[in-house]
């Protein structure tokens, strides 16, 4: 089991900065992702972070908007999210996944977080 506890949600205007945290407990994920559902759309992978090496990977939607890091210490992972946009709008989910594939499609998740909101203002 792992669990997940996002924070770091608000509202914040166009070009602005967010961070979001993930406080990770339990056992040792292969891997933490962030997903985003906006209303009426599907669930969206944003980024990911492979545990133990750090590699990185993002979304074509936040690539050199958003960066994806870790804190192995402290077991917690952060979302710095700049240069907002109102379509950035959504619910977005902390992830993780014990297997080692297809780390940019959500459902390839296993366990999950409450979710925190971040609203963009134009």
């Known amino acids: 089991q792992v669990q997940l506890v996002e924070s770091g949600g608000g509202v914040v205007q166009a070009g602005g900065s967010l961070r979001l945290s993930c406080a990770v407990s339990?056992?040792?994920?292969?891997?933490i992702g962030w997903s985003r559902q906006a209303p009426g759309k599907a669930r969206e992978f944003v980024a990911g972070i492979v545990w133990n090496e750090g590699s990185t990977s993002y979304s074509d939607s936040v690539r050199g908007r958003f960066t994806i890091s870790k804190d192995n210490a402290k077991n917690m992972v952060y979302l710095q999210m700049n240069s907002l946009k109102p379509e950035d709008t959504a619910v977005y989910y902390c992830?993780?996944?014990?297997?080692?594939?297809?780390?940019?499609?959500?459902?390839?998740?296993?366990?999950w977080g409450q979710g925190t909101q971040v609203t963009v203002s134009p």
């Open positions: 992830a993780a996944k014990i297997g080692g594939l297809m780390i940019g499609v959500p459902r390839s998740y296993d366990y």
């Open positions: 339990g056992r040792t994920p292969y891997a």
